[in-house]
């Protein structure tokens, strides 16, 4: 990776939701992608409410604020629950609420909401962009602001190693009025990404498929894992949920549960 200057810390602005430019994603991206927290109404938002307030309440007992949602397993629904998480606590806390996206090589979030990025947190990260505000988009009308990434499928190990990458978890972390910060991470069994990058946060929500994920795996992450605590898990069941036989109109709860992390077995 090349080494290019870091901006100076010292006199880095903070990263604030005003000064990101304003997005408003297009309604069949939202509902093609099923992202239902930002509409209060909407029956399909319910659990998440659900478990939006124990996440609020569990990471405000905590006093966390960077915390990373992984899974054993590709396609369990970590970037989905993301949104959906992102946009529902956006909802309700009056502080802003950001959601980056670090899955570099399954970068999704963008395509999610319909957005074409210019420049994503990779070009941060590879030295590319200096500026992570012009990264970040505020959603119209919401206190939520996304850090997309332009997928890439190489290299993506040097890139989150590199002192770059400790400066944007410092400049989230120090220099940003998010009161909290989420990170739609990479399955924690594809690389060592995911466990290179909770190093650095402060806790992590395990999503466990209930079709795939076995109750082994659950014990091999949170093992891999430590010591970054997991603060809870989701239990994503969309088997019979999906499809669009049900329609924008489905209401019943198409998702999981959200419960502490079980103990592993003795
Ligand atoms: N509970 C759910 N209900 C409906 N669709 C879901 C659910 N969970 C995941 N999906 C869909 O399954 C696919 C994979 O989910 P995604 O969030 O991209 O997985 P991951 O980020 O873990 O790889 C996406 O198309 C997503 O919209
Ligand atoms: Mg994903």
Known sequence: MAEADLPLSSDAKMLTLSGLAVYTPPIREIRKHRIVGFDNRDARARPFNLLRTSFAKRIKEDGHRLIGITSATPAAGKSFLSMNLASSLARVVD????????????????????????????????????????????????????????????????????????????????????????????????????????????????????????????????????????????????????????GYGYGGPDYGRYYDHPEPEA
């Open 95 to 246: 502080e802003p609420v950001f959601l980056v996206d670090l899955d570099i090589r399954r970068a999704s979030l963008a395509d999610e909401i319909g957005l074409v990025p210019e420049r994503g947190i990779d070009g941060f990260l590879d030295g590319s962009v200096d500026d992570l505000s012009t990264i970040g988009r505020r959603i119209d009308g919401t206190t939520l602001g996304i850090f997309p990434t332009i997928r890439r499928t190489r290299n993506t190990a040097e890139l989150l190693a590199g002192e770059r990458f400790a400066f944007m978890i410092e400049a989230l972390r120090e220099r940003s009025e998010a009161a909290t910060i989420l990170f739609d991470l990479p399955p924690a069994f594809a690389s060592d990404d995911a466990m290179i990058i909770l190093e650095q946060l402060d806790g992590y929500v395990l999503v466990v498929d209930s079709g795939k994920t076995t109750r082994r795996h659950v014990q091999d992450v949170l093992g891999m894992l430590q010591p970054t605590p997991c603060i809870g898990s989701i239990l994503n069941r969309y088997r019979g949920g999906l499809g669009d036989s049900y």
